[in-house]
């Protein structure tokens, strides 16, 4: 019988011929938090707002106001619908050799395990 909080997307299976799931807390927070960032709004069914589409900023020209642009709708998005997460730091690589990626680093605590976490998305 299959053990953990949710299953692991993508969905693979176990040896055990069922779905490998998140085990911790952690884990399951982080792909809740990956689905926000990549989810387009609109994309979801009967809520129609959630998401931040991080792949539609990647042809908006770089500069500060991009990134003040998406900063802002990572922390509104996060705020409203994983209100359980503090973000302690956005970083967005304007850096890179290339005009065609976005590399984007949020580090983030979930308050009710006291831990600290970070995911990194690439916009290519």
Same mark, same amino acid.
């Given at each position: 019988?299959a !053990?953990?909080? *949710?299953?692991r997307?993508?969905? *693979?299976?176990?040896?055990? %011929?069922d779905?490998? /799931? /998140? @085990?911790?807390?952690k884990? &399951?927070? +982080? !792909?809740?938090? +990956?689905? &926000? #960032?990549?989810?387009?709004? %609109? ?6 707002? #959630?998401?931040?589409?991080? =792949?539609?900023? &990647?042809?908006?020209? +770089? %500069? ?6 998406? *900063?802002?709708?990572? +922390? *509104?998005?996060? =705020? ?13 690589n @304007? @850096? ?8 984007? =680093?949020?580090?983030? &605590?979930? =308050?009710?395990?006291? !831990? !600290? ?8």
């Amino acid at each position: 019988m299959a !053990q953990g909080l *949710s299953p692991r997307f993508p969905l *693979s299976i176990s040896e055990h %011929g069922d779905f490998t /799931n /998140n @085990d911790t807390i952690k884990d &399951l927070v +982080k !792909q809740n938090f +990956k689905n &926000l #960032l990549l989810t387009v709004p %609109g994309e979801r069914i009967m809520i129609p707002d #959630l998401g931040i589409g991080i =792949k539609r900023y &990647l042809f908006e020209i +770089k %500069g500060a106001g991009l990134f003040e642009g998406i *900063s802002g709708a990572i +922390k *509104s998005q996060t =705020k409203k619908y994983m209100p359980y997460i503090d973000i302690v730091n956005i970083e967005i690589n @304007d @850096d890179s050799l290339s005009e065609e990626i976005v590399y984007i =680093k949020i580090t983030y &605590l979930i =308050k009710p395990v006291g !831990q !600290q976490d970070a995911i990194e998305i690439t916009a290519i």
